[in-house]
């Protein structure tokens, strides 16, 4: 599985990477908001990079202020390109951050199958325990990852679809166009364009 967090060239820079992610920030002022209790954990590096790049430009209009940033609230579009498809979610940022464990950065051979270990993506992640089983069983659902051996708590990406689980793919699909068209036009304007993200953080 390549090329996750991908962002849609129609919303890119004329100078920037049409692969690179889109960040958004909404700012909560303490005075205004109460103490929101938030877990904290690695997020993926380009993610980190832009959020770096944007405290930098925060802090040197607003000097006396520094952005705490909440990274579980929020919202990501991910696009993943599986061998025989490609799927896009809207998820929250630590089911993107889990599923971005398995991307595949192999430039000698992209079809090395990667595993994780339910402790292992705590370890490597630094992520609550009940956050990664809970981003596992999300993405299990979605027919993106499988266990590889029922109880082992190893998970693989699942590359290809056999008929029966092509079958509850494309019900899944048919359920979320069909929840798509039922939704306000309001709410559809809304929708975030593949590769952005929408994080919050605190002044």
Do not use: D, G, I
């Given at each position: 599985m390549k090329d996750l967090l991908k962002k849609s060239p129609s919303s890119a820079p004329?100078?920037?990477d049409?692969?690179?992610?889109?960040?958004?920030a909404k700012i909560l002022s303490r005075l205004?908001?109460?103490q929101l209790q938030d877990t904290t954990y690695l997020i993926p590096p380009a993610i980190a990079s832009l959020q770096s790049r944007y405290s930098t430009g925060f802090e040197s209009l607003k000097a006396s202020r520094k952005l705490t940033w909440l990274p579980t609230l929020g919202q990501t579009t991910v696009e993943l390109e599986l061998q025989d498809r490609t799927i896009v979610?809207?998820?929250?940022?630590?089911?993107?951050?889990v599923i971005y464990a398995f991307n595949n950065d192999s430039a000698s051979d992209p079809n090395v199958e990667i595993?994780?270990?339910?402790?292992e993506l705590i370890d490597t992640l630094e992520m609550d325990r009940s956050l990664v089983i809970s981003a596992l069983k999300f993405w299990t659902h979605k027919l993106v990852l499988h266990e590889t051996t029922p109880g082992s708590g190893i998970y693989a990406v699942l590359e290809t679809l056999d008929p029966s689980d092509r079958a509850r793919s494309d019900a899944q699909a048919t359920a979320a166009g069909a929840g798509a068209e039922d939704a306000p036009d309001a709410g559809a304007k809304d929708k975030g364009i593949t590769g952005e993200h929408d994080v919050?953080?605190?002044?």
């Open positions: 004329s100078n920037v049409s692969t690179e992610p889109v960040l958004h205004f908001w109460p979610e809207e998820v929250l940022p630590w089911q993107a951050t595993t994780k270990s339910v402790q919050y953080a605190y002044e």
